[in-house]
């Protein structure tokens, strides 16, 4: 099985590889508009269909105390209605149209995206424009979006997976905003009224660190105006507050282990450790490093050790999320009470392994060439290219990163990638939470 594997790493990784190519070949131009929006363009008119991403500083940040889920609950109300359109009007504009238009909220931004054809920019623009503009607000409108969100809050809440999320989440980032659900709780969401919305909207809608990104059938003189009448009404707005600095949680010799007991026959463990920033020197070597002992899917060695030679788990993997104020690297699996402490005793043992000895060669090649060329893959829309290019600004990422990427990718070393192993896979940095009835497991706190 495992040489089949590798021959498919090899094959994706030559397909890849006459990709990359086309993502580096992306001409992205930093314009500003007439009014002062600043923004970035990629022409392509293969198609005739324009796509814009952008946000705005804010997102979960800004939630009231004890109203978490007050951003996302906004952000699932603003196409439902505005000016002089109700919900049911506004969605025929944009059937009529033939725009999609939708919002968003993460932990540190609020934004959203258009799709609309290049016939029928002007009217898009114009529903963009008085969405964040003129937004009704109809208590009609925002109880179904509520109704509809605690309906899934609630079904989550069952779920393994959020209870050990939320768990792993307060465990690691305690009152700091980073603990936040984005999505809140039922009982928040529940608390949220019209007038919390309205507040919020006044100090989310704004230009305070607009980001926008626009790919498609276009150009710099045309599409230049129409962002004005997008976003030229906003108010610059008051300075969001960045989330305060995180400090991780304190070193504990042999980490920490928190069990929810939970009464079903398998048992899902989350594990992180404190990771790295975007802007980190070492965020490739990192990524390089993710990619072998856990982001590499079957490739990885998680994958390998977990499933494929003791078949304990369907899978089990590790993936790279940050912040600006910091960052984790986190593993899961999920297998039968009776075998999740052997798992997660193999992982650990991957986790010293790596710190230890690194990669090898061949696993350091292998990385490179999928990382290199996997990017034009997901490159496959104007929407796509739009989304890379908004995170490549709220990254702070200089226009020309994609064309230096490769090199960024392949200059990386063994060494390198040891080095930041060392670094961030920290037995006592270690947080483990299992959810479910695990044998052979005691919590240490």
Do not use: C
Request: glycine share 8%; charged share 20%; no cysteine.
């Amino acid at each position: 099985m495992r040489p089949l594997i590798h021959t498919l790493a090899w094959l994706l990784a030559i397909v890849v590889s006459v990709a990359a190519p086309a993502a580096q070949a992306i001409d992205i131009k930093p314009l500003v508009s007439p009014g002062g929006i600043r923004y970035w363009l990629v022409e392509d008119a293969t198609v005739p269909i324009i796509s814009i991403s952008f946000s705005m500083a804010g997102g979960a940040v800004l939630d009231p105390q004890g109203k978490e889920g007050a951003a996302s609950l906004l952000s699932s109300i603003l196409d439902q209605g505005a000016g002089p359109y109700d919900a049911a009007a506004f969605k025929t504009l944009q059937d009529d149209a033939a725009a999609r238009l939708g919002f968003w909220a993460t932990a540190e931004r609020f934004g959203g995206s258009l799709r609309m054809l290049r016939d029928a920019r002007a009217q898009s623009i114009d529903l963009l424009r008085l969405a964040l503009t003129a937004p009704r607000f109809d208590a009609e409108a925002i109880e179904r979006q509520r109704r509809a969100t605690i309906s899934g809050l609630r079904r989550s809440e069952e779920s393994p997976g959020w209870i050990a999320s939320r768990t792993l989440s307060r465990a690691t980032f305690g009152d700091h905003p980073y603990g936040r659900q984005v999505d809140g709780t039922a009982q928040s969401v529940g608390a949220i009224a019209i007038d919390d919305l309205k507040a919020l909207a006044a100090r989310q809608l704004t230009r305070n660190k607009l980001v926008v990104a626009v790919v498609g059938d276009t150009n710099a003189g045309e599409i230049g105006p129409l962002l004005d009448r997008a976003f030229g009404a906003l108010p610059s707005g008051d300075a969001v507050p960045d989330a305060p600095a995180w400090t991780p949680p304190a070193p504990k010799r042999g980490g920490r282990l928190l069990l929810v007991q939970r009464t079903m026959p398998q048992s899902l463990a989350l594990m992180s450790m404190p990771g790295i920033k975007r802007d980190d020197p070492d965020w490739y070597a990192a990524v390089i490093m993710n990619y072998v002992l856990g982001g590499g899917g079957f490739n990885s060695r998680l994958m390998n050790e977990v499933r494929d030679r003791r078949g304990l788990a369907y899978g089990a993997s590790t993936r790279l999320t940050y912040y600006a104020r910091g960052g984790l690297l986190t593993a899961s699996v999920a297998t039968r009470n009776e075998r999740i402490a052997e798992s997660i005793a193999i992982i650990r043992a991957q986790f010293d392994s790596m710190a230890k000895d690194g990669v090898t060669e061949r696993e350091l090649a292998e990385a490179k060439q999928y990382l290199v060329g996997s990017l034009a893959l997901t490159l496959d829309s104007t929407a796509s290219i739009a989304g890379l290019l908004h995170q490549m600004q709220v990254d702070n990422l200089s226009p020309d990163h994609l064309s230096r990427r490769r090199e960024l990718v392949e200059k990386v070393t063994a060494d390198d990638v040891r080095r930041v192993a060392r670094r961030l896979l920290r037995e006592d940095a270690l947080t483990i939470v299992v959810v479910g009835q695990p044998a052979g497991l005691t919590a240490t706190e």
